[in-house]
């Protein structure tokens, strides 16, 4: 998660973080981009759009920004000036390097009645004309059979600044560290170990993590990203391979004698969520980012892999005999990574990659793992679609998905392209390390099929485990604790794709079953039930792995309000 006006940076002045973002929290207060004509609008993007074609105006663009920023409230001045500088580069080469004309951009703000747009148009992947095989749903194991423990981290978000006893509740997008001042007398300061706030974690939460797993035995990890803190208004490049190479120094000597597969997430850059596709050269590049990856995770990885890792941050990688492993770069998906102005067509030829590599798989009768940061249903509408076709194509294949991102315990449910009905897949998304928003920390296990022949390697259950910060901080030596196993705390005998269709039938009859996940989607903090139009969004969020999808919830939208799914949306993207 993230400073809304920051992570809304997508185009024009919306990019210089001087407006917000349709649907953010700003647009709910009252302030809209519709408050502009579109005459004005056209005229303002039209002036700008001169202004920047010469580098001496983008300093006062950028001042101008900053003033807006402040009068608009969307952060304290000092945060304001701080972002606007730190993005005036990167977003301003991505506007100018697009084809964006200003009656685009106002036909994107304001409507299409303001004027057409087409950068974000429809595109397919190609699929090979081989005929898709015959799908054996899978089977519970015999008794006895093994079982592979897959340990999952994800959203770590250290902060290097974290202060015990500070302010959580300060006026920054982020707080409990330094510059978060005291809290007011009737408020304590944040915990040794976390704080259920606006905050992310201290070091030696995070130390304390590790050194707990140490003892425990896992086959795999999987973690997929988010490793510094959300203070994006004032990273540098300088901080963001720090906070790499600190977290990965850890992992390696806590969790070193297992292999570990990672993931890029969304905060690894800066500015936070600007990955430019491979063919953005220079200094833009994310080459700095991706080179020092290779660097400190070859330990774990074969050259192959580290080959297209070092291209654009994905790779593939064979785990064992009959199953492959397939690490994607989801911000080539993503709704805030800006540079996907300049070309959002299948960015970096990942998803056509992906599609050879399930082929082989398939041609090889190799099951594959897909893990990733950004879950699918939150990605751009086309990438999403072309997904989820990919996922039904090669459901025989895909044995299971891992992501994380949203901080919460979710998953989101695929189905049959053809009727919508047939459950084929499912997108597990774990919950974060990070406490960021009044959440405790937390790590998910994987239960999965194991190796033998003819196994399904897919997820047959998940354990939950949490530090609970109103325990924790008040100990030294704080414990990590169980939180509880999907098919105990549901009843279920597996996880199948099958079984989480049937888990959201279940939801939507028994209140009690569905309050009892509410909890647990929170990891055990939350003081508020989730009354109908809540419960509403949050089950059609389960069925959703294709972004912007109405027929997925075709059923429940005379209880459902655009604004209400608005919300849901908005609250899932805040990451």
């Known amino acids: 998660m993230a400073i809304r006006f920051i992570l809304s940076v997508s185009l024009g002045l919306w990019f210089l973080g001087i407006g917000p973002s349709p649907g953010s ?4 207060a009252g302030l809209s981009w519709r408050n502009l004509s579109c005459p004005a609008c056209r005229a303002l993007f039209t002036v700008l759009d001169i202004a920047l074609k010469f580098n001496s105006n983008v300093d006062e663009v950028a001042v101008v920004a900053s003033k807006l920023c402040v009068r608009l409230k969307l952060a304290p001045q000092d945060i304001c000036v701080q972002a606007i500088t730190l993005f005036k580069h990167d977003v301003i080469t991505a506007w100018t390097e697009s084809v964006l004309k200003p009656s685009e951009i106002c036909g994107l703000l304001l409507g299409i009645a303001c004027g057409h747009w087409d950068i974000y148009s429809d595109w397919n992947v190609t699929l090979p004309d081989t005929p898709k095989p015959p ?3 899978p089977k519970p194991p015999s008794p006895g059979s093994p079982v592979t423990r897959v340990l999952f981290l994800t959203d770590i978000h250290w902060d290097k600044d974290y202060i015990p006893g500070t302010n959580p509740d300060c006026q920054d997008p982020l707080c409990c560290r ?9 408020r304590k300061g944040a915990g040794k170990w976390g704080e259920y706030s606006k905050c992310d974690l201290p070091l030696h939460t995070i130390e304390n993590l590790l050194q707990h797993l140490q003892s425990e035995h896992f086959d795999l990890v999987y973690w997929t990203g988010d490793i510094p803190a959300h ?18 120094g850890l992992i390696r000597k806590n969790l070193g004698h297992i292999p570990v597969y990672p993931a890029v997430g969304n905060h690894e850059s800066t500015p936070v969520n600007s990955f430019p596709p491979p063919f953005i050269h220079g200094n833009e590049s994310s080459t700095w980012l991706y080179d020092a990856m290779v660097q400190l995770w070859k330990y774990w990885l074969p050259e192959e892999a580290q080959e297209t890792l070092r291209k654009a941050g994905f790779y593939t990688v064979k785990l064992k005999p009959g199953l492959r492993l397939v690490s994607l770069n989801m911000n080539f998906c993503s709704h805030e990574n800006f ?3 300049v070309n959002s067509t299948d960015p970096a030829g990942q998803l056509q990659w992906l599609v050879s590599i399930l082929q082989e798989a398939e041609d090889s009768g190799d099951k594959v793992h897909i893990i990733g940061h950004i879950p699918p249903g939150l990605c751009m509408k086309v990438w999403s679609w072309n997904y989820y076709r990919i996922v039904n194509r090669y459901e025989g294949t895909i044995a299971a998905q891992f992501f994380g991102h949203t901080h919460v315990d979710e998953f989101e449910v695929f189905y049959d392209e053809e009727t919508l009905s047939r459950a084929v897949s499912v997108a597990f998304i774990a919950p974060s390390v990070t406490t960021y928003i009044n959440l405790n920390p937390g790590f998910r296990v994987y239960r999965i099929d194991g190796n033998y ?10 354990e939950t485990y949490i530090l609970n910060l109103t325990e924790a901080n008040e100990r030294d030596n704080p414990k990590w604790v169980f939180l509880y196993g999907l098919q105990e705390a549901y009843g279920i005998k597996t996880a199948f794709p099958v079984d989480m269709d049937n888990l959201i039938s279940h ?4 209140d009690r079953l569905f309050q009892r996940y509410w909890f647990l989607y929170h990891k055990g903090h939350t003081d508020q039930p989730c009354q109908q139009a809540c419960k509403t969004a949050t089950i059609c969020a389960l069925r959703t792995g294709r972004a912007g999808d109405p027929a997925l919830c075709k059923d429940l939208h ?6 209400e799914t608005q919300s849901l949306w908005r609250q899932r993207r805040m990451c």
């Open 25 to 28: 929290p700003a647009l709910s």
């Open 135 to 137: 799908v054996t749903p």
């Open 178 to 186: 330094k510059g978060s001042g005291l809290p007011p007398k009737h």
């Open 231 to 248: 203070d994006v208004w004032h990273q540098t490049r300088k901080d963001q391979l720090r906070a790499l190479s600190t977290i990965t």
């Open 339 to 341: 540079w996907l102005l």
């Open 453 to 462: 022949p003819e196994s399904s390697h897919a997820v047959l259950d998940h």
């Open 507 to 510: 939801f939507l009859l028994d």
């Open 558 to 563: 005379n209880k459902l309000t655009y604004r």
